[in-house]
């Protein structure tokens, strides 16, 4: 056999080879130990010296060809090998996922955590107050006397022990500028509790943000832009907002921030009353008697204080429909955020 | 409260159409609810803000506010007086024995009235404001009251006994019977109107039944009397008796409405009774009440509001509102306040009268200009959320639970300290609660319908006699799992940077033992250094019976505000040897009642310090075990910081080890 023919007949097996083990066969019957190359090459020193030369230069050249021809079929062979593995393999991708145990953060602490976060952002400190009130904290001192009717407006459950739960997050104010030289900026969260009856929109214990700025020029104009910005980040740019009068003793004027209803987009619905708007925000420029009750000189001072319902912000924010499922440690709702 | 629409008109040109007039309201004075039309009028349902109820619980009120919104015309009732026969004074005589209680009370009689129906006009506009027809002289004196906001009384004067109405508190024992019918006791708390003899009236609140208006009422005694709101308040709340009346003294009234509203009054009667006004008042006012005045500096008015607003706006909006003022220097102004508007007492009084008129919403929004100071960081509530965090992270949900309990929980749990609510909504919420305990088992006991395995936490404040109040974290876990309970603290713990934790077996007391909600034999002090920052344990069969829950539970119990203080941001990384480590096992047979921590420090003891990490990877009490006898099982992990150990080296430690503990008699290393 010529070394044409065995090259033509050699290729001509490469390319047959139909898999990784039929390649191998074709291997050793052309390049390997006994194969036919290595018999020529072992079979040169017979011949003569010219001829050996060139026979050699020849084998030599075509069995490097094979190998190349060789490794190419074998990386084809090798693809289709596992191609066709993989085929074999199957995956059901609508067969459901198995999940980690996660935990879950209450709504109220998740809705919490992101007022702080924007209030801080604007330097105010987050302080704390205690759940047990005096008389004094929670009424005299924010301007609200024994024997008035505003004392009303608070539904206020007594203890025995002489204190009250607050109904207000208002009185952290009064201890916060007490022990607090202004100017300064303060949020306040806690729970409060009132002494009604529950349903789907009331509740007797509830959670707030009380909110308190104090300096020497502290404006309305400020109190307007620190809501605005805080509904702004919290709700959306799109938020629509709207100021009304009102009325609360430690405050003066006093003020109301509502909001569009997000659930009829104003058309009026149960959830805002059939009014389209939902107050949010009760606000208002710090009454002298509150400045004075904490000790600072009203001459010297302004400032602005707010408060917002936590429970009510949580849910307008994930459309909660009652205000009881918060405190009902309700693992189908808890589990949901 | 309700206010017609066509009445409103009465006293104002051109006034815009009702909703207009809404919107007109809730931008500037007080929200209006519903518009709602009847019968040919429209009805606003205006929520009068409560420091106004003194002025605008009236239409007149409200019509003022308006045309000071809108800068149209007041134009108030004409009066025509018709005053002819004997005095008033004839007929009766009045005596205030309280002049606190009753700073004015003003009388006028009319005689020869003839008592009938009213017009249609005059019961239909009572009517759309919620109240009955009566007759026309009741009608009437209800009818000044929601045109002025002064409430009014009317008695037969043919029935007063002595011809006489004293002003006094009623005395002990004394009994009333109202125009409803309603029978009530009263006493010295209770101001009431007499005559020489009984009561027939509780001042300000409601009218007695014996002298009332009827058929055959010829001459009408009308008392306009001013109130001490607490007087009023006090009474009302003692009666629990709310009335049209009792609503407005409570919020205040100025004593120099008493006269206009019953001359308007005694005019109106005389249109629709006929007969005559007697000449004179019964006026006993002993100290007048003259209009306040109040410096206004109107740099101050721009200052608080934060805007500029030309002088001549700002006075225009003072004169709407009936406010007259001179000018006491540059920029400063000297306001007289009209006595009907009792709200007005300071300059920041005034100062929200020209915001409101001129309109929050014109006023532009304005960041403050301050220090740039970071604020404190709260040092509870930053751990407070890393400690949630971690909880989450292991699988924990959150949850918040009511701040009471009731006496169920309170007997099961033997709480000795509660503090007790004096007015509580319900016998299940009679106590604050003392341990967040109980209300985590009720949620696992209502959980436990949908859900297998609860894992549940809350940080909250819990309450104790006499006037503790303290932030608490506890969290349970259902099943068998007081080890996982274990480890999840050493895990929340060591995060918060706190390191030396250990727990104590908790030595249930022989009084304890019936009592407690625990199990005596399963409960551990968790503790850090020599502090006690909380227990570890499992609920005690006898109180899971009582919440009716089959499986385990574990609690932590964790005193959070202990926690704050020693937790530390502070944390070191420990260089990685650069030396592999080899690690042995090693079983030992130890007697049941022998601690895992005893083991522990001998091996550490014999070990020295080429033992890494010792790892308790099994605990065996199997039935294949010796009587009495449980199988710990260790990794023990051997390493040098400056050296790869030989074998040989690693072998003789471990023998160490084995020889160590073989010295305890009881114990057996198993090879």
Redesign the interface.
């Known amino acids: 056999m010529t070394l044409k023919t065995l090259k033509i007949e050699a290729e001509k097996a490469i390319i047959g080879a139909q898999d990784l083990k039929g390649l191998n066969d074709v291997y050793k019957k052309y390049l390997g130990k006994e194969g036919e190359l290595t018999r020529i090459l072992r079979s040169l020193e017979k011949l003569p010296k010219a001829k050996r030369v060139k026979v050699g230069k020849e084998t030599n050249n075509l069995k490097n060809v094979l190998t190349i021809k060789f490794d190419q079929r074998t990386q084809v062979l090798k693809e289709k090998a596992q191609q066709e593995a993989e085929e074999k393999e199957w995956i059901d991708v609508s067969a459901p996922g198995k999940r980690p145990v996660l935990g879950h953060l209450h709504p109220l602490t998740q809705v919490r955590r992101k007022i702080e976060e924007i209030f801080q952002t604007m330097g105010f400190a987050v302080v704390e107050g205690p759940e047990m009130e005096t008389e004094w904290y929670h009424f005299d001192a924010l301007n609200i006397p024994k024997n008035h009717p505003a004392r009303d407006l608070w539904d206020t459950f007594y203890l025995r022990n002489g204190l009250l739960l607050r109904a207000q997050t208002s009185p952290v104010q009064i201890r916060y500028m007490e022990k607090n030289n202004p100017p300064l900026r303060i949020i306040a969260p806690g729970r409060c509790f009132r002494h009604e009856a529950t349903d789907a929109s009331h509740e007797h214990t509830f959670h707030q943000i009380e909110g308190l700025v104090v300096g020497r020029d502290i404006s309305l104009a400020n109190l307007k832009v620190v809501l605005e910005s805080f509904m702004k980040r919290f709700f959306g740019e799109g938020v629509i907002l709207r100021w009304q009068p009102s009325y609360f003793p430690f405050v003066e004027p006093g003020l109301e921030l509502l909001m569009r209803c997000s659930v009829c987009q104003g058309k009026g619905c149960s959830t805002c009353g059939n009014s389209g708007w939902l107050e949010v925000i009760p606000c208002g420029m710090v009454h002298p008697n509150v400045f004075k009750a904490a000790g600072y000189n009203p001459k010297f001072w302004q400032g602005f204080a707010f408060g917002m319902g936590l429970d009510r912000l949580a849910m307008m924010k994930y459309k909660i429909n009652d205000i009881r499922l918060f405190c009902s440690g309700d693992l189908r709702f808890l589990n949901q955020f | 409260m309700i206010f017609s629409y066509s009445w409103l008109k009465d006293y104002v040109k051109n006034l815009p159409k009702p909703e207009k007039v809404a919107e007109l309201l809730?931008?500037?004075?007080?929200?209006v609810?519903?518009v709602k039309k009847v019968k040919g009028d429209w009805t606003l349902d205006i929520d009068v803000?409560?420091?106004?109820a003194s002025d605008c619980f009236s239409h007149w009120g409200v019509a003022r506010e308006i045309v000071a919104i809108t800068n149209l015309k007041f134009r108030g009732p004409t009066s025509t007086k018709f005053v002819r026969g004997r005095t008033s004074a004839d007929s009766v005589s009045v005596e205030v024995k309280d002049r606190i209680a009753c700073p004015r009370y003003t009388v006028k009689v009319l005689t020869d009235v003839r008592v009938g129906p009213s017009p249609k006009w005059l019961s239909e506009r009572l009517e759309v404001c919620g109240l009955n027809s009566i007759n026309n002289i009741v009608d009437v004196a209800n009818y000044v009251m929601l045109e002025t906001g002064q409430p009014l009384h009317a008695f037969d004067g043919k029935k007063l006994s002595g011809q006489k109405i004293i002003v006094r508190f009623a005395k002990k024992g004394e009994k009333i019977t109202t125009l409803d019918g309603q029978k009530f006791n009263l006493d010295a708390g209770v101001l009431v109107i007499a005559d020489a003899h009984d009561p027939i009236a509780i001042a300000g609140i409601k009218g007695g039944k014996f002298p009332e208006i009827s058929k055959s009422t010829k001459v009408v005694i009308l008392e306009s009397a001013n109130f001490n709101?607490?007087t009023i308040?006090?009474g009302s709340q003692k009666l629990n008796l709310k009335t049209d009346a009792s609503i407005r003294f409570?919020?205040g009234l100025d004593p120099n409405l008493t006269e206009s509203a019953i001359n308007r009054a005694a005019q109106l009667i005389q249109e629709l009774a006929g007969g005559q006004i007697a000449k004179g008042l019964i006026d006993v006012y002993p100290q007048k009440t003259y209009p306040k005045r109040i410096k206004l500096n109107l740099d101050y008015v721009e200052?608080?509001?934060?805007?500029k607003i030309p002088e001549r706006e700002m006075k225009n909006i003072l004169k709407s509102l009936n406010f007259k003022f001179h000018e006491s220097r540059t920029r400063e102004i000297m306001v007289e306040i009209p006595t009907r508007r009792l709200d007005i007492l300071?300059p920041?009084?005034l100062?929200?009268e020209i915001?409101?008129v001129y309109g929050?919403?014109k006023?532009?929004?304005?960041?403050?200009i301050?220090?740039?100071?970071?604020?404190?960081r709260?040092e509870?509530?930053f751990w407070e959320?890393m400690a949630?965090?971690i909880?989450?992270?292991?699988?924990?949900?959150?949850?918040?639970?009511?701040?009471f309990i009731g006496d169920r929980e309170v007997g099961i749990f033997n709480f000795k300290d509660s503090?007790?609510?004096?007015?509580?909504?319900s016998l299940e919420?009679r106590y604050?609660r003392p341990s967040l305990i109980p209300?985590?088992l009720?949620?696992v006991e209502?959980?436990s319908i949908?859900?297998s395995e609860?894992?549940?936490f809350e940080l909250?404040?819990i309450?104790r006699?006499?006037?503790s109040?303290e932030k608490i974290l506890t969290g349970v876990i259902t099943g068998d799992a007081f080890y996982q309970a274990k480890g999840l603290v050493d895990a929340l713990l060591n995060k918060l940077g706190i390191s030396d934790i250990w727990y104590d077996e908790y030595r249930t007391l022989a009084q304890e033992k019936a009592i407690a909600f625990w199990h005596p034999q399963k409960a551990a002090e968790i503790k850090v250094g020599q502090e006690r920052v909380g227990f570890l344990g499992e609920i005690s069969p006898r109180i899971l019976n009582e919440f009716k829950i089959k499986s385990k539970i574990i609690y932590f119990d964790i005193f959070f505000e202990k926690l704050v203080r020693l937790a530390s941001e502070e944390h070191e990384y420990r260089p990685l040897s650069k030396f592999p480590s080899a690690v042995r096992d090693l079983a030992v047979l130890v007697p049941r009642g022998t601690k895992v921590v005893e083991v522990l420090n001998k091996i550490n003891a014999a070990g020295g310090k080429l033992v890494r990490d010792v790892d308790l990877f099994d605990i065996y009490e199997g039935e294949e075990m010796p009587e009495g006898k449980k199988n710990l099982a260790f990794h023990i992990v051997y390493q040098a910081e400056d050296r790869t150990l030989r074998a040989k080296e690693v072998d003789e430690i471990h023998q160490k080890i084995i020889k160590t503990l073989e010295k305890e008699p009881t114990w057996q290393v198993r090879k």
């Not at chain 2, 803000?49 to 106004?52: A, T």
């Open positions: 809730t931008r500037h004075s007080f929200e609810g519903e803000l409560p420091n106004r709101p607490q308040r006090r409570e919020h200052s608080l509001l934060g805007v300071i920041e009084d100062i929200e915001g409101r929050y919403d006023i532009l929004s304005t960041f403050p301050a220090a740039l100071v970071p604020p404190r709260n509870e509530i959320d949630k965090n909880l989450k992270e292991a699988g924990f949900t959150e949850v918040y639970n009511y701040s503090i007790e609510l004096k007015n509580p909504i919420q604050l209300n985590l009720k949620n209502k959980n949908s859900f609860i894992k549940i909250g404040k309450f006699m006499p006037k109040e």
